[in-house]
T-cell receptor, first 112, second 112 residues
Framework: DAGVIQSPRHEVTEMGQEVTLRCKPI?????LFWYRQTMMRGLELLIY????????DSGMPEDRFSAKMPNASFSTLKIQPSEPRDSAVYFC??????????FGPGTRLTVL | QKEVEQNSGPLSVPEGAIASLNCTYS??????FFWYRQYSGKSPELIMS????GDKEDGRFTAQLNKASQYVSLLIRDSQPSDSATYLC????????????FGTGTRLKVLA
């Protein structure tokens, strides 16, 4: 069974550009998380969806960040406009109910 | 004060020794505790979970929880070079909730 799938795996963009990160959760999982990982701040929860509905977006740093989950098998995290301080690894994770969450391979974002 | 604190390391131990990783947390209401292993450039993977005071053993891994002192530790017996990774401590405030609070991780190096 495929795990969590994320694309792209690496993204290099220039400041001011729009960035869209994509995630396909594990089939049957009903919860999806977007995390950001940096050396300084570690792994931080950005937004949590349950049954495709955003439950907690308090971790989204500012209005430049937005996330959607149009159906149970797809989610996007968009940054517009991007800034150099957004450079990080972005992970998507999914789980079924209160069970273990499984992480995707991550997207390494570099904003120049 | 960070909610979950870990020494960043690196913690270097010789092959075959016991590696001891520690984590403290600030929220006394925390009920669920997790250790994740993250290899360089990879995503976190769950290796241990613990919910009650005392020790929990799984193979070469032992998780220890002391809620009164608000710390959780991970012991790795007979350390192997393949155990070299960053170990993330994560805490959930109450059972059934979704939000994991992660520490920034301790980098472990097992020297052959």
């Amino acid at each position: 069974d495929a795990g969590v799938i994320q694309s792209p795996r690496h993204e290099v963009t220039e400041m001011g550009q729009e960035v869209t990160l994509r995630c396909k959760p594990i089939s049957g999982h009903n919860s999806l998380f977007w995390y950001r990982q940096t050396m300084m701040r570690g792994l931080e929860l950005l937004i949590y969806f349950n049954n495709n509905v955003p439950i907690d977006d308090s971790g989204m740093p500012e209005d430049r960040f937005s996330a959607k989950m149009p159906n149970a098998s797809f989610s996007t995290l968009k940054i517009q406009p991007s800034e150099p301080r957004d450079s990080a690894v972005y992970f998507c994770a999914s789980r079924f109910n209160n069970n273990e969450q499984f992480f995707g391979p991550g997207t390494r974002l570099t904003v120049l | 004060q960070k909610e979950v604190e870990q020494n960043s390391g690196p913690l270097s131990v010789p092959e075959g020794a016991i590696a001891s990783l520690n984590c403290t947390y600030s929220d006394r209401g925390s009920q669920s505790f997790f250790w994740y292993r993250q290899y360089s450039g990879k995503s976190p993977e769950l290796i241990m979970s613990i919910y009650s005071n005392g020790d929990k053993e799984d193979g070469r891994f032992t998780a220890q929880l002391n809620k009164a002192s608000q710390y959780v530790s991970l012991l790795i017996r007979d350390s192997q070079p393949s155990d070299s990774a960053t170990y993330l401590c994560a805490v959930k405030r109450a059972s059934g909730t979704y939000k994991y609070i992660f520490g920034t991780g301790t980098r472990l190096k097992v020297l052959a």
